[in-house]
């Protein structure tokens, strides 16, 4: 068979696809995309602009944006939420889903399935709970703001990579995987927090209908059901229906997300096969024109996209969306709050301020340690415990969920306090934890170099 020849005009490698103009500006959007700490960045830069909005001239208009009605009415039927509940009730949704994805392939892929190992992130993780949500209650038992506990349990996931990330292969890798597994973790509390403590009023009819969709989803899986458009349509009936039930509709993406299956359709051997069989079915024509068939080429097509599992393709798809879009813009969204020194000084803002800054690392290394002691986990040898502290004072930048939490939990009155409570201890967290592994970084070079 006459080799087809690869025509001067076509920009890039010949092994390689074609290149095109304008691939010099997306492609390093796309290595961009691709680094998951960059979103941080865009975080802390909306959550920078909503603080300066919030207290600038523009403040009363930036801030009553949030509030301004969206939706849908027909006769007596209403369906209206304000800006901010659609991006929070939503939106969010989104980001919930993509949670319950990275939880899903960490226990049935990741590190979440050597046990004794995940027993380290989760007993660090369940003291990371507990110890913060007392600490507040201990400052705010009998208080107004005393139903807002579950402010002070999550872990911005976002925030501790792009802090890890400064460090680059310096940092244990084993404290990379404790702090992610940790976070993981801290999100599946987060979500039963969300689930359980601050629903509104049952309404179980509709909680059989959210039932019966997340049955027609399992089976759609099980029959191959492939398009995602079908799964979108029969999602969103089944978060209409969880929102009507009085449980929170970010709820939707969690089990969604659970759901997902982590086999893959093709296998790798089969997707060798059908590859090798793309070259055969080349031919060069009379013309000395090039083709191929165009069912072998379908078919390989689909080959490659099944050879990876729908909660890996899935994360591929939305990880770039949430963290670039969703979260930036439910940071910008509710990180706004007028800076008051009067709020600073009360004890919700302590409450919030000391669960996260001193309950985080102190219960984290606390339930780590006697999980070690007890046999219950084992602790990697290059994880001493000054690193695990180190991660745990970076496990106190709680950001995105507990502003969430807070919206749900505290009165409009009340809310303020416990965002500044948030930001200044987020802030205060990643700042010391840098600090630390910046100091325990510097102390094993020198010792390595044999000055100390």
């Known amino acids: 068979m006459k ?23 997306t492609q390093p959007i796309t290595r961009f995309l691709r680094i998951e700490a960059a979103a941080g960045s865009v975080l802390l830069f909306f959550t920078i602009l909503a603080l300066v ?56 892929l990741g590190e979440l399935k050597k046990p004794r190992l995940a027993m380290l992130s989760i007993t660090g993780a369940v003291g990371g709970m507990l110890i913060p949500a007392s600490l507040y209650l201990a400052f705010q038992l009998g208080q107004p703001g005393q139903n807002g506990w579950g402010i002070v349990m999550a872990t911005d996931t ?95 993406g969690v089990i969604l997300g659970l759901l997902t299956p982590t086999e893959r359709w093709v296998s790798e051997a089969r997707l060798l096969t059908i590859m090798e069989c793309v070259v055969p079915s080349t031919s060069v024509s009379q013309q000395g024109v090039f083709s191929i068939d165009r069912k072998v080429l379908k078919t390989a097509e689909a080959a490659a996209r099944e050879g990876l599992s729908p909660v890996e393709r899935l994360e591929m798809l939305l990880h770039p969306w949430v963290g670039f879009v969703v979260m930036p813009l439910f940071a910008f969204a509710n990180a706004g709050v007028p800076i008051s020194f009067s709020d600073m000084s009360g004890s919700l803002y302590m409450a919030v301020f000391a669960g996260l800054v001193v309950g985080k690392p102190v219960g ?43 919206h749900l939990a505290l009165s409009p009155a009340l809310v303020n306090a416990a965002k500044l409570g948030i930001l200044s201890a987020s802030l205060f ?11 325990l970084l510097k102390r094993d070079d020198l010792h390595n170099q044999g000055e100390i």
């Open 3 to 25: 080799k087809a020849a690869f025509q001067p005009h076509e920009r890039g490698h010949p092994t390689q696809l074609p290149k095109e103009y304008i691939d010099w500006l």
């Open 53 to 108: 909005l919030s207290n600038s001239p523009w403040a009363e208009t930036f801030l009553s944006l949030w509030d301004t009605p969206v939706g849908i009415t027909a006769g007596s039927v209403e369906f209206e939420r304000s800006l901010r509940e659609w991006i929070n009730d939503g939106l969010m949704t989104l980001f919930f889903f993509l949670v319950a994805l990275e939880i899903k392939r960490e226990i049935v």
């Open 158 to 252: 976002a925030f501790v990579i792009a802090c890890l990330t400064l460090f680059g292969p310096r940092i244990p890798k084993s404290l990379r995987v404790f702090i992610l597994s940790l976070a993981i973790i801290d999100d599946i509390g987060a979500i039963v927090v969300v689930a359980v403590g601050y629903g509104e009023d049952i309404h179980f009819r509709y909680i059989g209908l959210a039932v019966i969709g997340f049955v027609v989803v399992k089976i759609m899986a099980v029959l191959g059901i492939r398009n995602i458009a079908v799964y979108l349509l029969v999602g969103g009936l089944i978060w209409l229906a969880v929102d009507a039930s009085g449980v929170h509709p970010t709820v939707t």
């Open 364 to 406: 984290i290394v606390l339930f780590s340690g006697l999980a070690v002691c007890t046999g219950l986990a084992i602790r990697p040898p290059d994880l001493r415990w000054p690193y695990l502290f180190a991660g745990g004072m970076l496990a106190g930048i709680g950001f995105t969920m507990s502003l969430f939490i807070a």
């Open 429 to 439: 967290s990643a700042l010391m934890g840098i600090a630390l592994l910046s100091w």
